[in-house]
């Protein structure tokens, strides 16, 4: 089903299906009811929104496959990064200059605002004026001991101490970049954590008391992984939403009404 509705994209990308497939997967598992939200909120202003959200986001992966991760990424950070406000409120999307766009997590690295805004427009067109809510080094270039010795050697080489390139990139989930699966816990059983954040999970001692058990049980089960994303992915989404007249439906993203 999702390739038919790909091609009626207009853009030409290169798609993998596993990340598809875990896109789809997500997407049903919002069928699941939540605390306080609602998934039949609009099933009377607006039926097709699921259809219509469904849509714009495949097309938008066919045309650059991160945008995945980049979407999955403004949620969360939707959700956390507080500035103006706090929880799940589209807050993230709003321009300005004392904007959580602009704040240290977000600045030059959240991306996805286009296509929020692609998504918005179809929405609108579709259901006019109802839809709105929508490692390894530390800063004195010490190599953490815990890091495997070839990916420390190869990040040094990627981003020596001085005449590097600025620009260059390191993958978050080596030799899985593009697909949605269990293998950044493989990464981190080998102790191959880009960010520190990342191996501390299994490798630091906080780690060894509190997470290392889970990367262990997800590094083994990929299906134990997916069941626990879609729940905590749930529960993420439901951090203080705006409801009934608190808040707002608007009409664009990026300004309040
Ligand atoms: C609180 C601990 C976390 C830290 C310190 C952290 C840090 C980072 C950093 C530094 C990046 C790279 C940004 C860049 O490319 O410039 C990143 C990317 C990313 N993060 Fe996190 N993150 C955290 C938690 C999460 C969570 C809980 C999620 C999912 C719900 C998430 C999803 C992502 C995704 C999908 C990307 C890739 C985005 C893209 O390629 O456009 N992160 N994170």
Redesign the pocket.
Known sequence: ESEREMKDCESVGNVVPSLITALVVLWLSMGVCRSQLSTNFYANSCPAVFTVVRRQVLCALKNDT??A??L??L??HDC?VNVSSSGCDGSVLLDGSDSEKLAA?NR??A??FDVIDTIKAAVENACNATVGRLNGFSEDASVDPTLDPSMAAELQALCPQSGGDGNA?AP?DRNSTYAFDNHYFKNLVEQKGL?S?DQGLFSSDDGEATTKALVQAYSNSGSLFFRDFVNS?IK?GSISPLIGSAGEIRRNCRVVN
């Open positions: 991160r945008m991760a980049s999955l990424r949620h969360f956390f997590p030059n690295s991306r996805g990139t978050l960010l954040s992915m993420m």
